[in-house]
Structures are given as structure tokens and as C-alpha cells.
């Protein structure tokens, strides 16, 4: 976190009731979003929480373009179905399109058509996280915005990295390169009918998060709830300085000069790790590198877990933390039977405002030592696995 941020929670107000630390974060957040109702969460997958709490059921069906990791187990234990509607060029890692985190829209239109009255709230994930970081463009939200409230169905977004995405508008979307971020981003809230916010993200603190409606008919409900599962109303789970922390980060991140040196970072890497013959998702996404497991280790099938290899190998060898985005985390069991994901990718996600130039290049090299001895890598074999969420806990052995 800045500077800014460490001295705004020095003079945080602890209050219950009229804290000025809520009334500061919920200002910030209204101007932001454009919406009047800001319920206040220790974390994103709270917020899922708590929202789903009110609007999920046994066979509901909530569309999206990809559903990120939490909003899909948050959905799917209550009994609800996360379908993931991303268009065909999102699911190619090498398709080089700019936009590649937009919904389909001709089959967001047929899913409405087909189980009108089952979905509670339709969805759009920016930036597209398990998708590879990739951008929704405006002219997409829009028109997706137009099917769901054409079937009457609620418009929620998960707006995590809504300055990126809106950056990524304004550098590649006809007609948004003279207007700021921070117009984009209010151009894109307006399109929805309320937001999830992991702050973590976009609101560059080490915890928070905030649900954001337009409308108040849900809201009595989803404060009753946080009350019983987070904390009270002004405060969500967090401590004050926490709000404080928000409201400066909601700021410093629309500034577009930080923007650019974020993606640019993205660029780099994805270009260092392709000059020595690891294949990326293309194009480079905001806030990490996605590197093509399935690609880069054809000699392990995705049942032996590809992404997740790679993961405890660069780990072991170069002390580098990475996420798996594949089989382990969406994988399923479907009558006896293994169904992988549609991709085996290993996230690459960057501290924001934390490495150094030197950080990037050990990266780089010592994933280039790794990748000249590939062909050793072996693959996993799930030995424990939850029943949600199994790669924050899964334990896995090596095959063979």
C-alpha cells in the first residue's frame, strides 16, 4: 500500500455508529459507482456470501462470462449453477483478440431464452481473472446489460479490476481514448445494477471488500446478514482503518499513470517468458502472465494435473508463488469420470507497487532454467480433495 493509505488509517474512527472512516469510505464508493447502498465486507468472497445468501437456491443458474474461483463455489453450495458464457476466442490462449473477456452474447441471449425465471442475477467478470486477466469492452457490457434487464434479470459485476479493464477500454475500444479511467469506469457501473468487490484488487489493500446496489430491495435483507456472519453494517468484518485504506486506494488507482506501468509490467514477462519458448495467453493481461501449462507440458495429461506440476516445481526450485487456473480448480467428477477444464494455465500475478525491475528478470530466468528441463516434470495425483474450493487445500503426489 502507498503512503497515503498507511497515514489515512492512523486516523481512523473506530465507531460503531457515525463512524467518519465509513462515512469516507461509502462517499468514495458512492462517487465511484453511482450506486446509493454499500454494504462494507472483510473480503470479495464475503460480499459473495452475503449476496448469494439472499438470491441463490437449489437449481437457479447464474450466467457469466467466467466465474471466478469463490463466486463459482459461493454459487454451487447452495445448490445453484455457475455457467461460464466467455466467447470462443477467450478460451484460445493464443488468440491474439482485444477483448477476449466478452460474453457471448448470441448465447447469453439463448440461456436467458431457455430458463427464464431460474437466474436470480446475470454476471460479468472484469477483468476476465480465470480467463486470463483478459478486458469486457464497454460496447459488450453494454449489450449484455440490454439481454439481462430485457428478461428482467439483475446486472452484477465483478468489478474486482475495474480500473484495468477500464484502461485496457480506453487503450483499445474505439472511441474511449480521450476520456479518463475514472469516466470509463463510471460509464461501466452505469450499466449494471450493482457490483462484488474483492478491494484486495483494484482497491490496493491487504483486505476488503464492499457490495455496491443501485436499488434498496435487497438491501434490509443483506445487512441482517452480515450482521450475523461479518460485523455491523458500517464496518463489514474490517476495522476502520481498513475503510480508510479503500477509499484511498479506490483513488490512487484510477491514476493512469500507475495503469500503464501495470500493464507494462504484464507485457514484459509475457514477452521475456515467449522469447524463451513459453507460451502465454495472448494478448498480456493487467495484472498477471498466464502461462499455457497444457502447451508448455504436452507430455502430462490434464488428469495428472499439468498447471499444478508447474506450480510446485517453480515453487521448489525458484521460491516463485504462482496460482493454477485449470484442472485442479475447475475440474470435475461427472459419473465416475474426470472432466478436465477447457484450459491448464499457471497465473503469474504481480504485487502492485512492489517489485523492482531486477524481481522481474530473476523471474525470467530462472523460469527459462526450468523450461530447459521440462521433459523431467512429472505428474500429480490428487491425494486429498474438498469438496469445494480444492486448490487453497488439496494435497497431491507425484505420478510414477
Known amino acids: 500500500m502507498s503512503a497515503a493509505q498507511w497515514g489515512a488509517m492512523l486516523v481512523a474512527d473506530e465507531s460503531y455508529a457515525g463512524s467518519r472512516s465509513f462515512e469516507r469510505f461509502e462517499r468514495v464508493v458512492r462517487a465511484l459507482t ?19 445468501s439472499h438470491l441463490i437456491r437449489p437449481g437457479v443458474k447464474v450466467p457469466s462470462n467466467c466465474h471466478f474461483d ?66 469486457v469492452a464497454i460496447a459488450n457490457l453494454r449489450a449484455a446489460a440490454d439481454i439481462y434487464h430485457g428478461y428482467g434479470i439483475p446486472f452484477i459485476l465483478d468489478a474486482c ?7 485496457f477500454i480506453k487503450l483499445r475500444e474505439p472511441g474511449f481514448s480521450d476520456k479518463t479511467v475514472r469516466e470509463i469506469a463510471r460509464e461501466t457501473f452505469a450499466l449494471a445494477d450493482g457490483c462484488l468487490m474483492s478491494a484486495k484488487k483494484d482497491g490496493m489493500v491487504n483486505i476488503g471488500g464492499f457490495i455496491a446496489l443501485r436499488d434498496s430491495q435487497w438491501v434490509d435483507h443483506l445487512r441482517n446478514q452480515l450482521i450475523l456472519t461479518e460485523g455491523f453494517p458500517t ?3 474490517m476495522a476502520a482503518r481498513d475503510l480508510e485504506a479503500i477509499a484511498v486506494g479506490l483513488e490512487e488507482v484510477l491514476d493512469e499513470n500507475y495503469l500503464d506501468y501495470r500493464l507494462a509490467v504484464s507485457r514484459y514477462m509475457a514477452a521475456g517468458l515467449n522469447r524463451a519458448g513459453i507460451p502465454t495467453v495472448q494478448p498480456a493481461g493487467g495484472h498477471a502472465v498466464y502461462i499455457d501449462a497444457k502447451a508448455f507440458l504436452p507430455h502430462i495429461p490434464p488428469e495428472q494435473f499439468p498447471g499444478q506440476a508447474l506450480v510446485g516445481e517453480l515453487y521448489l526450485s525458484e521460491g516463485i508463488r504462482s496460482c493454477e487456473i485449470g484442472s485442479v480448480m475447475f475440474g470435475k467428477e461427472i459419473d465416475g ?4 477444464s477447457a484450459m491448464e494455465l499457471v497465473r503469474l500475478a504481480f504485487p502492485r507497487r512492489v517489485y523492482t525491475q531486477s524481481h522481474f528478470d530473476y523471474i525470467l530466468e530462472g523460469i527459462q532454467s526450468l523450461a530447459a528441463r521440462k521433459s523431467e516434470l512429472r505428474g500429480l495425483r490428487m491425494s486429498y480433495r474438498p469438496p469445494f474450493l480444492p486448490h487453497f487445500t488439496a494435497r497431491f503426489e507425484v505420478v510414477g
Open 235 to 237: 464496518y463489514g468484518g
Open 337 to 340: 469420470r474426470f472432466q478436465p
Open 70 to 135: 469463490t463466486t463459482r463455489a459461493n454459487i454451487e453450495q447452495l445448490g445453484g449453477e455457475a455457467v461460464d458464457l466467455v466467447v470462443p476466442e477467450g478460451r484460445d490462449p493464443a488468440c491474439e483478440a482485444p477483448f477476449k473477456g466478452n460474453i457471448d452474447l448470441a448465447r447469453l441471449d439463448a440461456f436467458c431464452a431457455a430458463h427464464r425465471g431460474e437466474i436470480p442475477c446475470g454476471m460479468l467478470t472484469i477483468t476476465n481473472n480465470t480467463g486470463g486477466g483478459q478486458p
Open 34 to 52: 453511482g450506486y446509493g447502498h454499500v454494504i462494507p465486507t472483510h473480503q470479495g468472497r464475503a460480499a459473495e456470501r452475503v449476496l448469494f
Open 161 to 167: 479490476r475495474f480500473a484495468e479493464n477500464s484502461f
